[in-house]
């Protein structure tokens, strides 16, 4: 893989991990909250267990940018607890549970679609754990690296965005 590609992917991730770490320390009580409605963990331990969870997405963040294979391992872990936790409980029918993963301004209910997208996302870090030919990095390698990590930002934006109106935009389609 080449240096450019390793870079901007784990810039993009450890972006990702830190815009979902500073959601949850926003609102810790309403995550704590998030974190026993998946009904996985008993109720009293939900705060430390968000607390875990918001230090362990920090965690990824700085191991992207220090330690890449313990980065790309950490944060396919997390994608897949998140996915787990997602799966298991809309096989249980619970899908008005907050995913957590917008913050407190936004709720946003789990679906087959945000698990989806986290296995993928998981499946991607580990593939990344590729090896890297090293080569010298140029002036313009980090240009490029800045605007595709803004470009991957702004296009997780948008396809965020539009998971959150999905099922608003299918209920007003059902209303005609």
């Known amino acids: 893989m080449d240096p450019v590609l390793d870079l901007t992917f784990r ?15 926003r609102d810790p009580r309403g995550f704590a909250a998030t974190v026993a409605d998946y009904r996985l963990l008993p109720e009293r331990i939900a705060g ?3 607390m875990v969870l918001v230090g362990t997405e920090l965690a990824v963040v700085v191991a992207l940018a220090i330690d890449r294979r313990a980065g790309l391992a950490g944060a396919a872990a ?10 298991i409980n809309l096989a249980r029918g ?4 907050d995913c957590g993963c917008a913050g407190p301004a936004a709720r946003r209910s789990i679906s087959g679609t945000l698990v989806a997208r986290n296995v993928v996302l998981a499946t ?5 754990l590729a090896p890297v030919v090293p080569r010298q990095l140029l002036w313009i390698d980090g240009v490029t690296i800045g605007a595709a990590t803004v470009a991957l930002a ?3 934006a948008a396809m965020d965005r539009l998971l959150a109106l999905a099922p608003g935009l299918t209920r007003m389609r059902e209303s005609t």
């Open 11 to 25: 810039a993009g991730l450890a972006l990702l991990f830190a815009v979902a770490a500073l959601h949850k320390l």
């Open 48 to 50: 430390v267990a968000g």
């Open 78 to 87: 997390l994608l897949v607890l998140y996915a787990g936790a997602m799966a």
């Open 94 to 97: 619970r899908r008005h549970i």
């Open 124 to 128: 991607l870090a580990l593939t990344a």
């Open 154 to 156: 702004a296009c997780w």
